[in-house]
Every structure is written in C-alpha cells, then in structure tokens.
C-alpha cells in the first residue's frame, strides 16, 4: 500500500468501502497529502516510510474524514522535528476549522496551543484546568 492508499481509506466515511473514489475525494486526498508534506512521496510504500512520515500519512487521512472530532494517541512519539512541525500546524489547521482534537501525550510541551488539560495518574485524574 502507497500514501495515497492510506489517506484514501479516510473516504470511507462517507463512500463505504467499495465505491469508487470520485474526482473531489481524490483532490481531498491530493490536498490532505500535501498538508501533510508528503506530496513527493505519495506513491511510496507506507512499510518504506520513516516513523514520522507514516505518522503524517496517518494524519491526512485523518484530514481527509472531516470528522468534527478527531482523536491523537501520541502523535508526536518518536518524531523529528520537522515531523513535529508540521503535524503540530495542521492540528493548529483542523482545530481553527472548528474541529475538537484530543491527544493523548507523556509531554505536554509538544503542544503549542491546549485548550483544556487533564492530568492522569494512575488511571485517576489528578488535576484539570
């Protein structure tokens, strides 16, 4: 499986998953890939992928589901700064279009902006603001 094949099964959504990819999901996929930054690897195979290309790929096809709410376990693990860059501006992206992110993460620095934070330990919250 390529890039491209990734972020097309964020389509299903609303396709299903045998219909056809009209022209406006292929373009919904070209643009959540070059989002991403990975437009000059979108034929490449998701296995030759370094950890933070793979996690981008996985973000645009977050991107291309135009979910209202979209759900982050550590996106930030094990990235290069670029990576880092780069996912942080698209979340930055989503959530100024209204979408509510949540991310699970062992270090809050790697977010820019937060709205609210919730401290567990222990599987108990411990602190919120």
């Known amino acids: ?7 097309m ?3 299903w959504r609303h396709l299903g998953t045998w219909r056809p990819a009209r022209r406006a999901d292929r373009g919904l996929v070209a643009d959540a890939i070059e989002t991403v930054g990975l437009t000059d690897l979108a034929r490449r195979p998701i296995g030759a992928l370094s950890c933070g290309q793979r996690q981008r790929a996985l973000l645009a096809q977050a991107l291309v589901q135009r979910a209202d709410l ?4 550590e996106p930030m693990a094990g990235l290069d700064a670029p990576s880092r860059t780069i996912i942080a501006e698209t979340i930055d992206q989503r959530t100024a279009t209204g979408a509510a992110v949540i991310a699970v ?4 620095t790697e977010f820019t902006r937060i709205d609210d934070v919730l401290v567990l330990q222990d599987g108990r919250v411990v602190s919120t603001s």
């Open 1 to 7: 499986m390529h890039i491209t094949d990734i972020v």
């Open 9 to 11: 099964m964020g389509t």
């Open 70 to 73: 979209v759900l982050l376990d």
């Open 105 to 108: 993460t062992h270090d809050i």
